[in-house]
């Protein structure tokens, strides 16, 4: 697995949260030969809601045609808070440049890094132990989603990588499941969280479209949701890039999320001192 998540460009990272199973995409990094993944403040507000202290680290994005799937480990994490970036700095900065290029923009140099302030601090994330470590069949499809599912009492979430023929925004809407394993769903009326993303060359898109609801049986009963699947076949799946306009205001939307966690982070260590 580690091997794994270190020659992979993208990942996701799963858990069981307080107010149900959660998913997001993620730029996999290491720890001292560990999974880690070093979430800008922006992220906030989910990781507050990892109450379990177990998470799932996936790796299903197909990097060719001939790829032969991905892989997944679950198991406790280690969560904390690095307000001044130094951490994320000084071990995994130069290993995020390489992935992911709006950090390379932001942070490739003291000046920039200055700049760019808000981009440092995170929240570092590390899978402490493997309890669970298995293949999982990659997301081949524009349909194909991981399905999130509480695990067992005390343990890190069930992951799936199933596909539907579409997918229902609305809630009340039920979609048909197809595990991409072969295996049957079984869905006992548990809380699920179904999701997928994809990106531009840039990754200054990065785009989640996610439906919630219960699985019963084969489906998945809707109660939320936003975004529509990709519509072509994965390779390829990039996004178009933003335009100026565009690239602009997404600019301004991450420097707002990640002062506003900041604040909130800023604000909640001080009143634990």
């Not at 998540?5 to 997001?24: F, K, N, Q, Y």
């Not at 809407?173 to 769903?185: M, P, T």
Request: proline share 8%; charged share 25%; glycine share 8%.
């Amino acid at each position: 697995m580690v091997t794994v998540w270190r020659r992979s460009t993208t990942a996701e990272m799963c858990w069981s949260g307080s107010d149900g199973p959660v998913g997001i995409p993620v730029v996999p990094l290491v720890w001292d030969d560990l999974p880690c993944v070093a979430l800008p403040m922006a992220h906030l507000d989910a990781v507050d809601t990892m109450t379990s202290g177990r998470a799932a680290f996936a790796v299903t994005e197909q990097a060719s045609e001939d790829a032969s799937g991905g892989t997944l480990a679950a198991g406790p994490v280690d969560i904390r808070f690095d307000l001044d970036g130094k951490r994320f700095a000084d071990h995994l900065l130069e290993q995020e440049i390489v992935k992911h290029p709006p950090t390379r923009l932001r942070a490739d140099g003291l000046m920039a890094r200055r700049e760019n302030w808000w981009w440092m601090p995170r929240v570092l994330i590390t899978l402490t132990a493997l309890e669970q470590e298995h293949e999982i069949p990659a997301r081949r499809r524009g349909e194909d989603a991981l399905l999130v599912r509480p695990g067992a009492e005390g343990a890190a979430p069930r992951v799936d990588t199933v596909t539907a023929r579409a997918w229902p925004e609305e809630p009340g809407g039920a979609v048909e499941l197809w595990r991409r394993d072969g295996a049957a769903l079984e869905g006992a009326g548990e809380p699920a969280f179904a999701f997928a993303h994809r990106h531009s060359p840039d990754f200054e898109r990065w785009e989640r479209w996610w439906r919630t609801g219960r699985t019963e049986g084969e489906h998945l009963a809707v109660t939320g949701g936003t975004g529509t699947p990709a519509e072509t076949p994965l390779p390829p799946y990039n996004l178009p890039p933003y335009n100026l306009l565009s690239r602009y205001r997404n600019h301004r939307d991450v420097v707002r999320a990640c002062r506003q966690g900041i604040a909130r982070a800023e604000a909640r260590s001080a009143g634990q001192t």
